[in-house]
């Protein structure tokens, strides 16, 4: 089992950049695979970015892709999401996830393990 906490949410103009942290923790976390996911008001929660915990393909909905960029520090079991050119539609409630296996996985149920979230609010 892995613990997850999140930071780095907050408020954003259009146009700029977040960098959102996960800090993870627990037994066997170089076996799990890790991922972004976001839900916002009124909508379900969805697949943002994902990365195997020791892999170095990672994974971006279409929504994101060019923009974001999911990252790791190994030694520190961190994971990171830099968003850049963020836009309105991009607000939601970030939160990260682990599961066990190497195999990137994009769909909540397949997760295990869930942080807090962290609020990502970004402005007109």
């Known amino acids: 089992q892995v613990q997850l906490v999140e930071s780095g949410g907050g408020l954003v103009q259009a146009g700029g950049s977040l960098r959102l942290s996960c800090a993870a923790s627990g037994r066997t976390v170089n076996d799990y695979t890790m991922g972004w996911f976001r839900q916002a008001p009124g909508k379900e929660r969805e697949f943002v970015a994902g990365?195997?915990?020791?892999?170095?393909?990672?994974d971006y909905s279409h929504a994101v892709k060019g923009r974001f960029t999911i990252s790791r520090a190994s030694a520190e079991n961190t994971l990171y999401l830099q968003m850049n050119s963020l836009k309105p539609e991009d607000t939601a409630v970030y939160s990260c996830a682990a599961r066990r296996g190497r195999v990137l996985a994009t769909y909540p149920s397949m997760y295990e393990n869930w942080g807090q979230g962290t609020q990502v609010t970004v402005s007109s």
């Open positions: 990365i195997t915990w020791n892999g170095f393909t990672p």
